[in-house]
């Protein structure tokens, strides 16, 4: 083998990718199953991060999405009733109109799917429109939805965030 001339040593370098940025707002989801329906909510989670929620960076009044990013949805597989308002099984987006306590807020659930959570997609794709009683509950930094009482066939979904609680009854339709 001598006269090859020198010997050549190739070298993998590890390939550098550009960093991705990081969201702040995280990605989450919650599924429950009522009797036999599965209600799935998928959204991206805004953090307090020391400021003024409601009344502040999410004014009174106005139409605000309860999330970050892409609008948040919630799926129904069979009918349900939600406040005691009639929806059929599919997905929707969700959007709230707050309001300063002792005021009731506006919750609007709408037939608008794969979209950003802005701006709001208008009136005409509303499915339905309803009141609700906010609550006042402990801080929680990192907006979030949960289940926090499920029976045979109902639940109570909580969209909660800062000291804001906004409960809703879901009642399965079978």
């Not at 009044?61 to 919630?74: K, L, Q, V």
Request: glycine share 8%; with cysteine.
């Amino acid at each position: 083998m001598r006269g090859l001339g020198p010997r050549v040593v190739l070298y993998l370098l590890p390939c550098v990718l550009p960093a991705q940025e990081t969201r702040r707002s995280q990605h989450g989801s919650v599924t429950q199953r009522v009797a036999t329906t599965e209600i799935a909510i998928s959204y991206n989670r805004p953090v307090a991060r020391g400021r003024d929620i409601f009344g502040g960076i999410i004014p009174w009044g106005r139409i605000w999405h309860p999330g970050a990013d892409s609008a948040t949805t919630i799926s129904f597989s069979t009918g349900v009733t939600l406040d005691g308002h009639p929806i059929a099984a599919g997905r929707y987006t969700l959007w709230t109109i707050p309001e300063e306590a002792p005021k009731p807020w506006t919750m609007i659930v709408s037939r608008a799917v794969n979209i950003w959570h802005t701006p709001y997609p208008g009136e005409p794709l509303d499915l339905v429109r309803f009141r609700v009683t906010p609550e006042t509950g402990s801080h929680m930094e990192t907006l979030a939805y949960y289940f926090p009482m499920v029976d045979a066939d109902s639940a109570v979904l909580r969209l909660h965030w800062g000291t804001m609680v906004v409960p809703m009854r879901i009642r399965t339709r079978e």
